[in-house]
Structure formats: structure tokens, C-alpha cells
């Protein structure tokens, strides 16, 4: 079974962040726990607040519970977050490259300093590390933490989905039909 564990980083301590995890079980995905905060993903049972708050994550905290709720552990966490093994000062290449591609479709990156994501950032990288979930940033290889863009990964499965759309509609319209 794969399992990841998805983090939808605030980019600061004080602000809640996202967290949701999925599994696969060999035949479809299916989402086993979605929450608006570490705290919130942790709990043992929902929690009811008015206001999530934001918290220091605890990278060993949030592997063990990915392990409970699946029974094995997840084989990649993937963060919504700039990630480096080097202190991030300011823009880098990856975020130029993304913005150059995606910025007129709404889908560029914001600029990280030192301050932002800064320690949160480092803190991640290196708890995850040390959890044997090293940075991915060449190859593929698991368990492993990567740094993901989801708004220009929208927009390209929208793409797909664009096409497939296209021709199903192009079946129908002509009445054709085709085992898939």
C-alpha cells in the first residue's frame, strides 16, 4: 500500500496549516484523514474550535499518526512549501522557473526569505530528514519528503482532464461508444 502525507504549509508558527493524507490500496486512492492544522490531524477524535490556530509541526508527531491511521508508513510527504537543504535567503531558480511558466495562468510562487518560510522551512526539512524522509530532489526514490506546486499541478492535470473531456463529448456527439 502507498500512503502520502500531504501539508498544505502556513508559512509562519502562528498560522494553521493543512494536512491530509491519502492512501492507495491497490486499486484507488482514498482520503483517510483531512485536517486544518497539525493539532487537528493529531487529535484523536475532531476537535471544535472557532479558529484553528498554527503550532510548530512535530515531523515525528505526524509520522506516527499517518502510521496508525494506515497501519504502515506513508511512503512520501509531500509540502506546499519552498524546501532546501540549504537556508533559503530569497528567490531560487525553481521559484523563476515556476513564475516564468505559470504566472500569467495565476499560478507563480510566492517570494520566500529568510524569514519566510525560514526556520519553519529548515525545521521541516531537517525533522522529516531525520525521520528517514530525506528531501527529494533528483530521482525517485522513497520514503522521501518533496516540495510540490499545486496550483501549476491543476492546472496540467486540467489539461488532461480538457482532453478527455474533448473526446468523450466527440463519442457522444456522434453516438459512438468505447469500452474503457
Not at 114 to 127: A, F
Given at each position: 500500500m502507498t500512503a502520502v502525507l500531504g501539508i498544505d504549509a502556513a508559512w509562519t508558527f502562528t498560522e494553521p496549516s493543512g494536512v491530509a493524507l491519502v492512501k492507495h490500496d491497490g486499486v484507488d486512492w482514498r482520503l483517510v484523514r483531512v485536517a486544518a492544522s497539525y493539532q487537528a490531524f493529531l487529535a484523536d477524535q475532531d476537535l471544535e474550535v472557532g479558529r484553528h490556530?498554527?503550532?510548530?509541526?512535530?515531523?515525528?508527531?505526524?509520522?506516527?499518526?499517518?502510521a496508525d491511521l494506515t497501519a504502515s508508513p506513508v511512503s512520501v510527504v509531500a509540502i506546499d512549501m519552498p524546501l532546501s537543504t540549504d537556508p533559503i535567503t530569497g528567490r531560487r531558480v525553481s521559484d523563476n522557473a515556476i513564475s516564468s511558466f505559470y504566472g500569467s495562468r495565476h499560478a507563480g510562487t510566492?517570494?520566500?526569505?529568510?524569514?519566510?518560510?525560514?526556520?519553519?522551512?529548515?525545521?521541516?526539512?531537517?525533522?522529516?530528514?531525520?525521520?528517514?524522509?530525506?528531501?527529494?530532489?533528483?530521482?525517485a526514490s522513497f520514503p522521501a519528503l518533496i516540495e510540490v506546486y499545486p496550483h501549476p499541478a491543476l492546472i496540467e492535470l486540467a489539461k488532461q482532464t480538457e482532453g478527455f473531456l474533448t473526446s468523450t463529448r466527440n463519442l457522444v456527439n456522434t453516438g459512438q461508444r468505447t469500452a474503457l
Open positions: 490556530r498554527g503550532s510548530k509541526p512535530d515531523p515525528n508527531a505526524l509520522l506516527s499518526k499517518t510566492h517570494t520566500p526569505s529568510q524569514s519566510r518560510p525560514g526556520k519553519l522551512s529548515d525545521d521541516l526539512t531537517l525533522g522529516f530528514a531525520r525521520a528517514g524522509y530525506p528531501l527529494l530532489t533528483s530521482g
